[in-house]
């Protein structure tokens, strides 16, 4: 008499503690970190041991070493960036604006910046930094 | 819907036994590309901010008390030309009179954000205030880089 071979799947149950730990590392992975953005060219804020946290929900300035200049992951001239910003703080005058400078970046160059910032209207900016290790 | 009632008892079976035969191995597969891409695509660096106000260029509204000026060249730090260690330059101005005299921090030359960040943080944590970071007014942005005041 022949009866069909019901001997259980040993390579599945081998595989079932596996798949329990790709799992946790997924959920770890999911819930714990944030998605990178793409930034048009790259920056690398300056590191401070400021323990003030950065909220996600601003607009965001990024200004390369080299000048360049984005907004919102969007590379844009620098007049037409201070003409956008100048309307967004007109129609909502609490946007907190990010500025994302290159740690190498000359800081007069920096500063001269928030200048033309102040006029466009912006009194307030926070500089994005890295935690200090 | 009534289509697994009126099925013959044979397929029902044969299906529900397909059912418990599913590999796993289609479901790791996917699992797998999702914890590399979730692996790939997080970013956990620790962002903070610092803020700051506005200002605008030149001299501000006339105030009869004159800034604490500290210059910043690279990676020392000048007060009245002479240079100082960041532990002096925290003793000299927690002792300034007034206590509340503004101090500025100016960026000379091409002293990089890095290196004024670095002071402004040690004068943060030391608690002096008002804090102003200004601009060098003889610095022009030179080199290939284009300056931010020479675009049209």
């Not at chain 1, 999911?30 to 400021?50: H, N, R």
């Not at chain 1, 969007?74 to 946007?95: F, H, M, W």
């Not at chain 2, 692996?39 to 501000?60: E, H, K």
């Amino acid at each position: 008499m022949h009866f069909p071979d019901r001997r259980p799947d040993q390579t599945e149950e081998r595989i079932l503690p596996l798949i329990n730990v790709v799992f946790l590392l997924l959920i770890f992975f999911m819930i714990a970190g944030s998605l990178t953005v793409t930034e048009p060219f790259e920056v690398t804020p300056p590191v401070s041991q400021t323990q003030a946290p950065h909220e996600p929900d601003t607009v965001m300035i990024l200004m390369a070493a080299e000048g360049q200049f984005a907004l919102d992951n969007v590379s844009i001239p620098e007049a037409e960036l201070v003409a956008r910003i100048s309307e967004l703080v007109k129609a909502a005058p609490d946007t907190r604006i990010t500025l994302k400078a290159d740690g190498e970046l000359p800081a007069n160059s920096m500063v001269r910046f928030t200048q033309v910032l102040y006029e466009a209207g912006v009194k307030t900016l926070r500089l994005l930094a890295e935690a200090e290790a | 819907m009534l289509a697994p009632f009126s099925a013959p008892a044979k397929l029902a079976a044969k299906q529900a036994r397909r059912k418990t035969v599913i590999s796993l191995t289609p479901l790791i597969d996917v699992v797998f590309i999702l914890l590399v891409f979730f692996m790939l695509a997080s970013s956990f660096l620790d962002w903070r901010v610092l803020s700051m106000d506005t200002s605008a260029a030149g001299p501000a509204a006339p105030t009869d008390l004159e800034d604490f000026v500290v210059r910043v060249q690279g990676d020392d730090v000048l007060v009245d030309g002479a240079a100082v260690s960041l532990d002096q330059l925290t003793l000299q101005l927690t002792a300034r009179q007034p206590a509340d005299q503004p101090v500025s921090l100016l960026a000379l030359g091409d002293t990089t954000v890095q290196q004024v960040v670095r002071v402004l943080d040690r004068l943060d944590a030391a608690g002096i205030q008002p804090l102003k970071v200004v601009d060098d007014p003889s610095w022009s942005a030179s080199g290939s880089g284009a300056p931010a005041d020479a675009l049209p």
